[in-house]
């Protein structure tokens, strides 16, 4: 009796030996490479097909080796858990764990810093944040509100906590005894601002239509409105914009949603559903792995791309019934590009032509 998969099970050691040298100098190329190991399925049925062809006057009847069958079993847990591996924030678990132990006998106090301003650009640094953002009605940085001391220890005095370089002043709550914040950050009309945080909620809502606001976060609900411009990188957490005209978002796992008066918007969102209602579409730009993605515009000038791998498409209530996975349309006189793809999942278009 011969077996079948003697071929594949030494193509798949010479494969896997690739993919853990490349590993030892290249992980993101050898995860990528790694990705392909579905391709032993496909040699082994090769191969099958090549011996059954091979010995087709022969009356043999065949079985499927079992170290072949067992090495494609790894080949299957292994890519599973080494993508569960990189999605995971090690960083960020590790920040966790060890502002939960700090946490374990904190004190609460009430916390007030100030600083004029003389810089164009704002830096504030901080974990396990609760920050409402407004304008503040002197060129100050104002930071009013609470923070949990370690530990019950004592803070130092307020102004070891800014740090001022060449064309920035930095507010650094990162730093012992604080183990996180709590309270409202008041900040000029017309500055860029740079919010670094991991776990927590960054809010902004009153009127800074001047104000370019930067987020850089890990765990967080972040909400901001009425602002110039607005740069967002998150990991794990929903993102809601609003009255933004110029913004980009970057986020791993969570909801993102786009409305008011937002007309260029670059979106790239790994896992969650993108969900954008503006006033008018002129450049918009969505690239999504998993989720479903809605678009709803009153008016709109662009040139309309839409695709997506697993899914389908939908315009203003109408399933595409050819090429379901494509759609190109010119809206208005087309001075804009609206881009949307998804890997897995669907595309809801509703607007007014």
Not at 307 to 334: A, F
């Amino acid at each position: 009796m011969r077996k079948i998969g003697t071929i594949t099970t030494a193509i798949s050691f010479i494969f896997l030996g690739v993919a853990l040298l490349l590993s030892k100098f290249n992980g993101d190329l050898a995860y990528t490479l790694f990705k392909f190991w579905p391709m032993m399925i496909i040699v082994l049925g090769l191969e099958f097909l090549y011996i059954s062809y091979k010995n087709k006057d022969e009356a043999k009847s065949y079985k499927f080796s079992f170290l072949t069958i067992f090495v494609l079993i790894v080949f299957l847990i292994t890519d599973s858990a080494w993508g569960l591996f990189r999605s995971i924030d090690f960083e960020s678990l590790k920040s966790q764990i060890e502002n939960s132990i700090g946490y374990s006998n904190t004190n609460k106090v009430a916390f007030r810093v100030e600083k004029e301003l003389s810089k164009a650009r704002i830096i504030l640094r901080a974990n396990n944040a609760d920050i409402d953002i407004k304008p503040s009605k002197e060129k100050k940085l104002i930071f009013d509100g609470y923070i949990q001391a370690k530990n019950n220890k004592g803070i130092d005095e307020t102004d070891t906590y800014f740090r001022e370089e060449a064309d920035k002043l930095t507010l650094d709550l990162n730093r012992e005894p604080i183990g996180g914040i709590e309270g409202t950050l008041y900040v000029p009309n017309g500055i860029s601002i740079e919010i670094i945080v991991n776990n927590g909620k960054i809010e902004s809502e009153e009127d800074l239509s001047n104000a370019v606001m930067i987020v850089d976060s890990k765990n967080a609900y972040v909400n901001l409105k009425n602002l110039k411009e607005a740069h967002i990188k998150n990991s794990n957490g929903d993102i809601e914009i609003s009255n933004i005209n110029d913004s980009s978002i970057e986020n791993v796992n969570g909801s993102v949603k786009v409305n008011g008066n937002s007309e260029n918007v670059d979106i790239d969102n790994k896992n969650g559903a993108v969900i954008i209602d503006n006033d008018i579409s002129r450049n918009i730009k969505v690239r999504s792995n998993t989720g479903d993605i809605r678009l709803s515009s009153d008016s709109a000038d662009a040139v309309l791309k839409a695709t997506t791998d697993y899914g389908n498409i939908r315009l203003n209530g109408n399933t595409l019934s050819e090429n379901k996975q494509n759609l190109n349309k010119t809206l208005g006189n087309g001075n804009g590009n609206i881009n949307i793809w998804t890997k897995s999942g669907d595309i809801d278009i509703e607007m007014k032509e």
